[in-house]
């Protein structure tokens, strides 16, 4: 009954419209007002307003703001270096809200089904928050309740996005963004659905239940809904806790991250689509780190096996200077008409995210760049030349592929990382099989219980 209550409100939707359209509004009919009158718009200002605007606002957008400023040209730059700004912490709901969401997913006693439930939150997001509790047989929980009325303001978001992204194609942008608004809108739309999420977990506790170095939690079913995931507690510190500790730990925690990104996608077609530094933790002793804990499972992207066939080509084509290998894999991953240009134009972005996975030697990811810069001047380079040739439709799979990896190398970057990244990466793709991904990832989501596995994923 919650789930009809509140799914899509009409007036939360109109609602959210007033306070966000206003903003988001303003900004698309200064942009639309400008390209139609020849002027020059101040995009520096207008974006750091729209930021303003956004960054007090609890909800989808500030997520979708993050997203977008990883992506490039997907909005004008100084647009973009604004949104990357957003924090995504929130303010919390507070008890009065929290007591009434957990009425509306668990009924009127629902304080008596554990032993313990703390009134503030441990975590704060832009779609829910985290609250420790514990269970009646004295287990520690995570009891993660996402905040009302949040299908409202993802559609009401969305809608807002669309806007901007409608009058930015029209000022010649580099990058087609169509099937970006339709990949970020899709996998923000996933992100309300807690069940979803369960059956992700389940999914990836089932492909790491042989690895030590990675813990998953497990779902705690009888307590979750469809905006209530209750899972077990995951003990553990933040992982820039040890990013001063000797270089074989924080190697050990960099090789622990690529194994637990790189083995689902190359085995089962399957990435953890936001590596963000707040959602791993490091277990272990204090002064010896084990593995990580491989938090939040709502942004997850499964692929086509034959996009994953697509990757593999790509790498051996740069591997081996095989040029047909590469312009196959671009085909693969959905690229059309590609003219000799254009391939030149992304190879530029292909020998980056490959670069480190080339070279059969111990490396850093990158030398001389931070973790905020890392990517954006070859993410330039693409963009400046794009700029020249017209607009290209970037394929709905490559916008989270690309996304995770240079959040990956971030946080490689962070750890100070030095590691044999050819090694490592011809590991995980030794023996690859399309026939066999393809059955790997329908069996390990089939048991899962992955809504649509099986279907067309």
């Not at 032993?115 to 995570?142: N, T, W």
């Amino acid at each position: 009954m919650a789930r009809d209550r509140e799914s899509n409100r009409l007036t939360a939707r109109v609602g959210r419209y007033a306070r966000v359209g206003t903003n988001v509004g303003g900004i698309a009919a200064k942009m639309a007002g400008a390209r139609l009158f020849g002027l020059d718009l101040d995009n520096e200002k207008n974006a750091a307003e729209l930021a303003a605007a956004l960054g007090g606002l609890k909800g989808p957008l500030m997520k979708v703001a993050q997203l977008l400023s990883t992506i490039p040209d997907a909005l004008p730059p100084e647009y973009t270096a604004e949104l990357a700004k957003l924090q995504a912490n929130a303010p919390p709901m507070g008890w009065a809200f929290v007591k009434r969401r957990m009425r509306a997913e668990l009924g009127p006693d629902w304080q008596t089904r554990f032993e313990s439930f703390d009134k503030e939150p441990s975590a704060a997001a832009s779609l829910g928050q985290v609250h420790r509790a514990v269970a009646k047989d004295g287990r520690v929980l995570a009891c993660k309740l996402q905040y009302p009325d949040m299908a409202s303001a993802v559609e009401a978001d969305l809608q807002q996005l669309q806007m901007l992204f409608s009058v930015h194609r029209r000022m010649q942008p580099a990058i087609d963004t169509r099937e970006i608004a339709k990949e970020i809108s899709a996998r923000v739309r996933e992100e309300l659905d807690y069940e979803r999420e369960a059956a992700h977990m389940a999914a990836y506790r089932s492909i790491f239940a042989n690895e030590p170095r990675i813990r998953v939690p497990d779902v705690v079913g009888d307590l979750s809904s469809q905006r209530l995931l209750t899972m077990g507690w995951l003990h553990g510190r933040p992982l820039l806790d040890f990013k001063d500790h000797s270089l074989e730990e924080r190697n050990l925690l960099a090789a622990s991250m690529f194994h637990a990104w790189w083995h689902p996608f190359s085995h089962f077609g399957v990435i953890h689509g936001d590596p963000h530094l707040g959602n791993y933790t490091v277990f272990g002793e204090e002064n010896a780190p084990h593995g990580i804990n491989l938090l939040d499972y709502g942004c997850i992207r499964i692929f086509p096996p034959a996009f994953v066939q697509g990757v593999v080509d790509l790498y051996m084509g740069l591997l081996e200077e095989d040029e047909e290998r590469i312009i196959s894999a671009y085909e693969r991953w959905g690229f059309k008409n590609l003219k000799r240009e254009v391939i030149d134009v992304l190879n530029i972005w292909a020998k980056f995210i490959y670069g480190p996975l080339l070279t059969d030697r111990v490396r850093s990811i990158a030398d001389g760049v931070s973790p905020a810069e890392y990517g954006r001047g070859e993410a330039f380079k693409v963009h400046s030349a794009l700029k020249k040739l017209g607009p290209l439709t970037v394929p709905q799979e490559f916008v989270f592929m690309d996304r995770a990896a240079i959040g990956l190398g971030g946080v490689f970057l962070h750890l100070r990382a030095e590691l044999n990244f050819y090694r490592l990466f011809n590991e995980q793709i030794e023996k690859f099989d399309l026939t066999v991904v393809s059955v790997r990832q329908r069996e390990v989501l089939e048991k899962s219980g992955v809504p649509g596995a099986g279907t067309s994923i």
